[in-house]
C-alpha cells in the first residue's frame, strides 16, 4: 500500500475508536491521568533491501533468543532469514511487564487481533535502548513487527519486562516513540512470587514463603524484582506525561478478562475486538507441572494465613502505598469484584 494511502486508512480506523476518553470510562483498569490524548497515526518509514541488509540481525538475534529469528516470508523472497522490504511503523503501544502477572495470556490476546501486529519475538526489549542513525536500532526494531499490508495494522510491543530494566532507561522510550502509550501489569507481590517459585499448592507455597522469609531469600527476590516496581510505574507515568499509562491488575484480569481488554484496546486507539476464546487461562506454574486447572478466577492462590503475615512487612506495606497512591485507589491489591459490588 502507498504511504498516502496507509495514512488516510489509519486515520480513518482510530478515528473512529479514538473519542475523548477519561479516566472515568476505565472501570476495570486504571488510567495514570485523566484524559487519553489522543495521539494519531505513528510514523512509519519504507525500507528496501539495501537498507535491511546492514544490520546485523545475527548478533541481536543468537544474542537474545537461542533458536534465532525467523520472519513471515513476503512474496518474492526465498529465505526468512532477514525481514523483507516494505513499509514498518513504530508501535502504539507498548506492554512494559512485570513478568508472572498475565503477560503471556495478553500477548496471546493481542495476537488474535486482525489489525494488530505483535513483535515476532518476545521479549524484545528494545525500546528503552537510545536509539542513534550510528547503530541502526531503530529501524532494526520497527522490523521486529511484520510490515504493512493491504489492511494497516497497528504494531503492538509485547515486551513482557522493561520494567526491570534500568530505571534511567525507561526515558528512552518517548524519545524514541512520542506517540507511544505504555500497559503495565501489576499483581500482589505475594502472588506473584507463588508463580516465580512454580507452585500452585497453598499450604506448599506457605511453607517455602515461611523457610524464605527466614532465611532472607524471599527478601532477595523482592530486591532482585526491583520491590513491587513504584519506581517504574512512577517513572514511566513522568517520561510519558499523564494519560498515556494504564495499568492493569493482574486478578481483575483473570476474573474480567473481556472487559480488561476492551479497556486497553480503547486506550491505545485500537479497533475493538471480540477475543471469543474459552475462559481458562493456564497458570504458569501448571504449565511446567503439566496439568491445566486453569486459574481464570479473581481469588488469589495464596492462603489467607501467608497474606496476613506478607501484610505486615513493613516494605511490603511502603511499595503498595506508594502503588496505591499512584492508580489512586486503595483496594489495587484486594481482589476487588465490581460486578459482586454493584449487585442488590
Known sequence: MARAALLVAWAATT????????RQDFRYTYLLGDV??????????????????????????????ST???WPKLPGQTSAKLPGPGMYCDPVLIQTGCKHC???????????????????????????????????LRTLYRTFFKPQGATPTFPVDVSENVLMEPLATLRNIPIN???????????????????????????VYHGIFLKDLKSGDFKK??????????????????????????????????????????????????????????????????????????????????????????DKLPYAKKCRRRLELLVRDKTLFDHYDPDAAAAP
Open 177 to 203: 516513540f512520542p506517540k507511544v502509550k505504555a500497559l503495565v501489569h501489576l499483581r500482589k507481590p505475594l502472588d506473584r512470587d507463588m508463580s516465580l517459585v512454580y507452585t500452585t499448592e497453598p499450604e
Open 102 to 136: 498475565a503477560t503471556n495470556s495478553m500477548y496471546n490476546y493481542f495476537k488474535t487481533h486482525p489489525q494488530i501486529a505483535v513483535n515476532l519475538k518476545k521479549p524484545l526489549k528494545l525500546a528503552h535502548l537510545e536509539f542513534t542513525a550510528a547503530n541502526r
Open 15 to 22: 478515528a473512529a475508536t479514538n473519542g475523548t476518553l477519561t
Open 221 to 310: 527476590r523482592w530486591d532482585r524484582e526491583a520491590h513491587c516496581y513504584a519506581d517504574h510505574v512512577e517513572e514511566l507515568r513522568r517520561v510519558l506525561g499523564p494519560g498515556k499509562v494504564l495499568v492493569a491488575e493482574t486478578q481483575r484480569l483473570f476474573w474480567h478478562r473481556d472487559e480488561v481488554f476492551d479497556e486497553i484496546l480503547k486506550f491505545a486507539g485500537l479497533p475493538p475486538f471480540s477475543l471469543k476464546l474459552p475462559k481458562v487461562v493456564s497458570c504458569k506454574a501448571e504449565r511446567y507441572k503439566g496439568t491445566y486447572a486453569g486459574c481464570y478466577s479473581g481469588a488469589s492462590r495464596v492462603a489467607a494465613k501467608t497474606h496476613a503475615i506478607f
Open 68 to 70: 534465532g529469528c525467523t
Open 36 to 65: 487519553v490524548p489522543f495521539e494519531g497515526k505513528p510514523r512509519c518509514v519504507a525500507y528496501d533491501a539495501a537498507a535491511l541488509a546492514k544490520l546485523d540481525y545475527d548478533q541481536v538475534c543468537l544474542r537474545k533468543y
